[in-house]
């Protein structure tokens, strides 16, 4: 069975730009949260949506979006990057809204110069 | 607010040891734990995970341990090989309706041959 999937396996991209990332969960998982890891750090939670509804954000500003399709594949949109924004951007999906285990995807690496 | 943090940033250990990686967390609401594999230049792998009303959970090789009285994780892996060098996260759901996850800093476990 297909893991999560992720695109563009990397990116670069110049300050101020907008970037779009996509994710396609697990089959049959209804939820997909989006994480920042910044290199020597643990991921930080971005947005959670379930049966294509926002369920949770994190502390990150108005410039980062997000939104789920029927078929609960997800994108994560940045505007008006930033330098602080170069991270590894991951995707976790689960089968449920909380307290299930969530499956990573291999990532996105951003690079904003 | 709440995180999840780790003792030890590097553990080095002799192929065929036991490794001991442990976690403090600081939500004693929180109910369920998840340790996490990352492996340079990937996405978080999912190990184990255990729930406030365990105190133990084994799996291959695996072990969490869970002692809500002084808020500790540990994630102990037998016979260590070196395939299991990586860096190893615990993370905290953070209660509520969501699959929000709290991550630490991580500890990077490193295996002499």
């Known amino acids: 069975d297909a893991g999560v999937t992720q695109s563009p396996t990397h990116l670069i991209k110049t300050r101020g730009q907008h970037v779009t990332l996509r994710c396609s969960p697990i089959s049959g998982h209804k939820s997909v949260s989006w994480y920042q890891q910044v290199l020597g750090q643990g991921p930080q939670f971005i947005f959670q949506?379930?049966?294509?509804?926002?369920?949770g954000r994190g502390n990150f500003p108005d410039r980062f979006s997000a939104r789920q399709f029927p078929n609960y594949s997800s994108e994560l949109n940045v505007n008006a990057l930033l330098l602080g924004d170069s991270a590894l951007y991951l995707c976790a999906s689960s089968t449920t809204g909380y307290g299930g285990e969530q499956y990573f995807g291999p990532g996105t690496r951003l690079t904003v110069t | 607010g709440e995180s999840v943090g780790l003792h030890l940033p590097t553990l080095s250990v002799q192929e065929g040891d036991n490794s001991i990686i442990n976690c403090a967390y600081s939500?004693?609401?929180?109910?369920?734990f998840i340790w996490y594999k990352q492996e340079s230049g990937k996405g978080p792998q999912f190990i184990i995970d255990?729930?406030?009303?365990?105190d133990k959970r084994q799996g291959q090789r695996v072990t969490v341990l869970l002692n809500k009285t002084v808020k500790h994780l540990s994630l102990q892996i037998a016979a260590t090989q070196p395939g299991d060098s990586a860096v190893y996260f615990c993370a905290e759901e953070d209660g509520g309706a969501t699959n929000k996850l709290i991550f630490g800093t991580g500890t990077l476990l490193a295996v002499q041959p």
């Open positions: 949506y379930y049966e294509k509804e926002e369920r």
């Open positions: 255990i729930r406030s009303n365990m």
């Open positions: 939500n004693s609401a929180s109910d369920y």
